[in-house]
């Protein structure tokens, strides 16, 4: 059994960590749709959002625009935190090794996915322009879903499987094997 308290820490720990790269990922993300919108260009809109830390970095981080960013990332690590704590406490046999891996991958990606899309719509309305085009063509969310299932697999699931290969095949130490598969 898992207890309440590793959750907790899940939680803490997904909206702790990403606390501190929600706003990097937000200056980012604002730029990409200011100029699709065609009303910055990449470097003015960093610039400003920038700007705005600097000179408010409270207004900033109780802003939607922050505080939505920060909600996909969170809610992305947390996912993927209490998959692996609840995981981590059932069966160890290798086929459920094999569900843990294909539940983590469903799980964040389905939450990240989600709260990415719901994001991007709010982003395309404050920061587009009133004369930008209302509907979204399919195949923009089959590349978005694409996106999200490679950022998925090689944030969550890939550096698993590098961190047991470095193990099995160079005799390294779990741990250590596992930190490194941290970098790929």
């Known amino acids: 059994y898992f207890s309440v308290k590793k959750i907790v ?3 803490l720990v997904a909206c702790g960590v990403t606390l501190g790269v929600a706003p ?4 980012v993300d ?8 065609g009303t910055h260009s990449i470097l003015s809109s960093a610039g400003q959002s920038l700007q705005g830390m600097l000179r408010n970095p409270a207004a900033y981080v109780k802003s939607p625009m922050f505080l939505m960013m920060w909600g996909v990332y969170a809610a992305t690590y947390t996912t993927a935190n209490c998959i692996k704590t609840v995981c981590e406490h059932e069966s160890n046999s290798v086929s459920s090794k094999d569900q843990a891996k294909a539940g983590l991958f469903v799980g964040t990606t389905a939450v990240n996915s989600g709260t990415t899309l719901l994001k991007d719509r709010a982003y395309a309305t404050m920061f587009g322009t009133s004369g930008a085009a209302v509907k979204v063509p399919m195949v923009t969310y089959g590349l978005w879903g694409m996106r999200d299932c490679m950022v998925i697999g090689s944030s969550f699931v890939l550096p698993d499987l590098v961190g047991s290969a470095l193990h099995e095949r160079n005799n390294m130490e779990k741990a250590q094997a596992d930190r490194i598969a941290q970098f790929f």
Do not use: Y
Not at 24 to 27: A, E, L
Not at 30 to 37: D, E, L, S, T
């Open 24 to 27: 990097f990922m937000t200056v």
């Open 30 to 37: 604002k730029a990409i749709v200011q100029r699709a919108a």
């Open 9 to 11: 820490g899940d939680v």
